[in-house]
């Protein structure tokens, strides 16, 4: 949150293209990081009764209304340093935080500190007027797990054995996939028509039912079906729009965010899915290397936009 915030600041007084861009790369490397990390810090901190609904309905749906608060900062500041100023800002209301987040015991008890861990499990067992056992971790255990040094996770890690590399390397392909249609179809709306401002904010709608639908799939089904249903179905109605005809702006608009929503709700999944299959010690690395991925296809999809608009504009005979 730190370089996000501080280099965004830095950017409202850039002098050339140039060091807007260089700043911004800063930026967004500290965004993507923050994100991946506050996700999996809400996942290892909080019960398993409310881990799905923080991943979907809190962190998703929150990042869905600073996606539509946008649009409207957009439309209603149009100088762009004091555009960045304001969505700098916000960043600020984080500093409080730090005292009232605690370290997940989860990642203290991998490195061996379980004397913080067993604190703050402490601590969490008193505010929700819950006794805590007397022994939370047994001295045996824990000599024994200090006496073993368990390792630091590395990269390798996720390719170490054929079945778990089979898994990295199919999520790195879904996640990079997702991006793409989820980045191509956002980046996209200056292109519908209408007012680009409310396609904007519309596209930011959309990820909000497409939040909850993913909250209640992940309550209700498998993982598999549901992501690949929602794929589908994402795929599926933006497939079809070709065969609307032009003059009908409407029904096309209607199905762009019909097809984002199948995608946003995939997109939503895949954080909840990926975490789940990796263990604790390379969990955080594992989303990290598969947010990375999605990265490749968010770098991907402008292309994409561009591609249609040079379809469109090629003259024909």
């Not at 790369?25 to 500290?30: E, K, N």
């Not at 056992?133 to 590395?154: C, H, L, N, S, Y």
């Not at 994402?234 to 019909?258: A, E």
Request: hydrophobic share 50%.
């Amino acid at each position: 949150m730190g370089v996000q915030t501080g280099f965004s600041f830095l950017q409202i007084f850039s002098t050339s293209w140039e060091m807007f861009t260089v700043l911004f790369l800063i930026v967004g490397m500290g965004q993507i990081s923050n994100y991946v990390v506050a996700f999996i810090l809400g996942s290892e901190i909080l019960g398993k009764s409310v881990r799905i609904i923080f991943s979907t309905l809190g962190v998703c749906i929150f990042f869905a209304i600073g996606y539509m608060l946008l649009p409207l900062f957009a439309y209603f500041i149009r100088d762009w340093r004091m555009l960045l100023l304001a969505l700098t800002l916000p960043g600020v209301l984080c500093v409080p935080l730090w005292w009232f987040i605690p370290e997940s015991p989860r990642w203290l008890i991998s490195q061996g500190r379980f004397e913080e861990a067993e604190q703050i499990i402490r601590k969490a067992a008193e505010k929700n007027g819950i006794p805590a056992p007397a022994v939370i971790f047994d001295p045996t255990e824990v000599k024994d797990m200090k006496a073993r040094q368990q390792q630091q996770g590395m990269l390798l890690d996720l390719f170490r054995t054929p079945n778990i590399a089979i898994i990295t390397v199919m999520s790195l392909l879904l996640w990079m996939i997702t991006s793409i249609g989820y980045f191509s179809l956002s980046l996209s709306t200056p292109n519908l028509h209408g007012n680009v401002y409310l396609n904007c904010f519309l596209s930011a709608l959309t990820e909000v039912p497409a939040c909850i639908i993913a909250w209640l799939l992940l309550r209700t089904f498998p993982r598999r079906y549901s992501i690949s249903g929602t794929l589908f179905l994402g795929g599926g109605i933006i497939l079809f729009i070709q065969l609307v005809p032009p003059d009908l702006h409407i029904l096309s608009v209607t199905l762009v965010m019909l097809g984002k929503f199948g995608v946003t709700s995939a997109f939503s999944m895949l954080y909840v899915y990926t975490a789940e299959l990796y263990p604790t010690v390379v969990r955080n690395m594992a989303v990290g290397a598969a947010s990375m991925s999605s990265r490749v296809g968010s770098i991907i999809a402008p292309y994409f936009v561009y591609l249609d608009s040079e379809i469109e504009n090629t003259p024909t005979k």
